[in-house]
């Protein structure tokens, strides 16, 4: 990713109000259900709590993308929290269509297609960073 798809993808997030944010949250979790059913089983919080801990996790890594240490520490502790609760490697290709389309829906006319490019490849990095965490490789 270059700088400025990074600073695209942090800005685009800051953009979103809280309500937008929510409306972001609960947009993924309905894709990534529709998508896969078998999923809702690995969620064993209320949707509400879990949406905003997805929306606070979500802040978190897209903080932090920029200091590549601190955000592999966080992605490796998220990867390997998302282990002990059943995710495993062929969720994220689930996930990673759940969240592009819910940031679609939820940006509307700023979701460009360098927009759309630079979150594809911040999910892809997180991805890999958070498979990586979930096996105790890095």
Partial sequence: MSPEQIRLVQTTLASLTPLELDALAAGFYAR?????????????????TQQRRFAHELSVIVGVILRFDEFVAEGCALGSRHRAYGVVASHYRTAADALLGALAATLGPSWTSEAAQAWRLAYHLTAEVMVAGSFNVV
């Fill in 32 to 48: 990534l259900f529709a998508a896969d059913p078998s999923l809702m089983g690995l969620f064993s919080r209320h949707p509400g």
